[in-house]
């Protein structure tokens, strides 16, 4: 009987570091990052940058995806829905397979004013940003909090960051 407790207890402290360590590793995602998204499954929406004089940023966004990203995606124009609750994707028969089409990564755009220069005046700025909505669920997800006012750079460390938390 003596021999048993032992061996009882090291399996009962192995089952528990191994559970612990499975919700450790949920526990690693940020906030901002669906914990039910994995690229493999599905195709991952893109909305298209829309800001004026962004042309060139989603050129390099399209581009550093065809390099870097080697699962499924599509970029797509966003809207918003009926009473602006939902956002609509178009055109809305091709992505209404929600299995198919689950998560949709979408842009945002903060205009800051009376950002002082370096000649004393005060300037106006933009910030980009993007978050991800789970469209099976209707949940959207918070800003990465990485936002820089150049949409690419945003872009590009987002999703580098994507790419590193789901290759583990």
Excluded: C
């Amino acid at each position: 009987m003596k021999r048993q407790i032992p061996f009882l207890l090291a399996m009962i402290i192995a089952l528990s570091l191994g559970f612990a360590g499975s919700v450790n590793g949920q526990a690693k995602l940020p906030k901002w990052l669906p914990p039910d998204f994995d690229p493999k499954n599905g195709v991952l929406l893109i909305e298209k940058t829309s800001a004026p004089g962004q042309g060139k940023a989603q050129k390099n966004i399209e581009e550093f995806m065809a390099e870097n990203y080697p699962y499924k995606y599509e970029f797509v124009s966003v809207g918003m829905g009926e009473g602006d609750k939902e956002p609509t994707v178009g055109p809305d028969e091709k992505y209404a397979d929600k299995n198919t089409y689950r998560f949709l990564m979408t842009s945002s755009v903060t205009a800051v004013k009376g950002m002082p220069s370096g000649n004393g005046h005060q300037t106006q700025g933009s910030f980009f940003d993007f978050s991800f909505i789970d469209r099976l669920e209707n949940k959207a997800y918070p800003q990465t909090g990485s936002s820089t006012s150049w949409a690419a750079q945003a872009f590009k460390r987002i999703m580098a960051k994507v790419l590193k938390l789901k290759a583990e």
